[in-house]
């Protein structure tokens, strides 16, 4: 379904001039000053506006949100495990529906400029797979309005739970595009048993890998070393990410460069969120300018683990940049570029961009360059999903849930 | 110059239920549900809003911003002094009107809530008290739209640039109903004598103390020592703030119970903003809890310091809290208390607050409790300054400039 023939004049492009750009069938058709268009062709004047691909939120947890429902106030404990175990009880208790809990993320995701969306869904005993059918369902009646790409995660643990390990390889084979993991040591105790079990389902069903990594200092970086030997190993090569890697922000700067060169070998992608507490994080700066892979996500919004995050990337570039430091334009365009290109390239975005044949997924801020966007982190006035307004000033215009 | 009678129905107080403001007079004349007024009376449907008194914006810098200027790339080295030295070349090209960049951004602040501002300004050497001439212009042409205390700020250091001292004291004869001052070891090497300076300026004209200290590690916490002692000896308990008391995140624990007892005894105020960088900073949730007084602001808004701060004080909340790991309803209302009452006492706001007889200077934001409010940090719907509507749906209502 591609939407109609659009004229968008006299936005600024990311890094380029001041330009028209013309969308048809759900591309982008030209670019250019003084466009011509049919007097049928709709028009949108864009001064004043920045035109920016569509945000990339490539670490989210839609399944499991509790936007929509009154506030629920924060309640557990500060390790990773009193989350774990604070999250098992609170959604037995709520017994939400992920279908319905993931349509009102998205809505609000695609509100504030989200196009793609990489999203790791809970697959462990408690659940089984019902939640990946949840936002498979979702979906389905929402192809149109994002791209979407489940990683199966095992929230809870791999070896420590036994039969996880058969429900993430049913996972795959129900459609989640990659395969996840979490804290190898700090959850299962078990580096060699989660790793190679989860290397050999991706090995088995062509799936890509994406594991979250909390585990921090040695104990991460001994992690990192057990990824990139696999990676190489079993040639997977540029199919794997690494999401947290709180580890990379508290190594010795030795340590860092070893673990900088097993990211290059294997071309492993590095996930920051910019976390919230003061706990270390990876420094973007330094592995962008090495070539390392970055990209971005939201991680949990408005759920058990944290009501800190809001699902909007532009400020989540923003708290990138806050945390990392980056005050020039290099550094505040590096935190958006994690928010778009990088994200789109971890997720196979072939037609994603600001050229003529991409795809018409785009967000047109208020800003004059991309660096005071960020600072900035104006809501969209308009968001395109190929070709298609799908926002306007922050408000989604998808069809109303029930 | 009072507004309207004025009623607004059904929004949610801060910590209460949802009620009914009667705003008569410039002030909240009655609480309560189905209050009931006059025809003429204009209404405010406030269903879906939080009401909060308005935001203190109790640490910006408001003379030397380029707010309204086209976007300026970050231009300074990584250091403090690199920072000085920046601003002073940037400054002196640029020859900017403290007048009109001030008024440029005061209309920012209004349009986000804040209702109260107290800000540093600039006196020094090179622009003698120029800035704060044109500061005390701005405020004169817009007492009514803000409430706004001047700090004579010696920024480039006070005993390292002979005749700063004499500027200052100037600078307070002049207005400035506070003087600020600045690592007394890192920028001036000479802690008693700026300390013993300061502190005798104060004596001598009767006003308040607000330092910034950056300095960190054992050389923040032995300013903080000095700054306690002369507090004390000349009967200064109460009258002192500290702001950034970065060191104040870096200590160990038992030399932190010593700052703590230092502060709680002579009743000095602690401002944090939640600094950029990864740098350490207060632990405000322990200092909260030991009963120590803190505030915050926006710091420098778009300047040759940074561009990341955005001047929107729910926003600086959110990021205290975010950066402070503060996800509980109490940590996130620490947050906006600092952000309102925290910044009010500071600046001797006695009609502060949401009650019948204060000030009606209030923000109705889109949320259900205090806690959502931070955690969104939505624009304000409606912004109110002595009971008039000054701010609407995140813009200002103000006269324009010119």
Known sequence: MKGPELLIQGARLWGGPRADLLVRGGRIAALGTGLDAGPDTERIDAAGCLALP????????????LWGLP?????????????IENERRVMKELRLSSELQSARLLRHMVARGTTHVRTHVDVGLD??????????????AHSEFIDLEIVAFPQTGVMIRPGTLDLLDQAVLAGAQVIGGIDPIGVDQDPKG????????????????????????ETGAMTIAMIAER?????????????????????EPER????????????????????????PFPPVRLLAERGVRLFTGSDGVRDCWSPLNTGDMLERAYLIAYLNGLRDDPGLELALRMATYGGAQLMGAQDYGLEVGCAADLVLVPAECAAEAVALHPRPRWVLKRGRVVARDGRDLLPPLD
Request: proline content about 3%; charged content about 15%; overall charge negative.
């Open 127 to 140: 659940m089984g797979l019902a939640y990946l059918h949840g936002v498979q369902a979702m979906h389905a």
């Open 231 to 251: 990676t190489r190993t079993l040639g997977l090569k540029g199919r794997v990410a690494i999401s947290h890697a709180f580890c990379l922000g508290g190594l």
């Open 71 to 83: 506030w629920q106030p924060h309640q557990a404990g500060p390790t990773l495990l009193d989350r």
């Open 194 to 217: 989660q790793l190679n079990a989860i290397f050999a389902i991706a090995e088995r069903r062509g799936c890509g890998i994406d594991i979250h990594l909390h585990d921090r200092g």
């Open 256 to 279: 860092l460069e070893q673990m900088i060169e097993l990211l290059l070998d294997n071309d492993i992608a590095i996930m920051s969120h910019g976390p919230v507490g003061g706990i």
């Open 54 to 65: 569509g945000y990339v939120d490539a670490h989210a947890h839609v399944d499991k949100t």
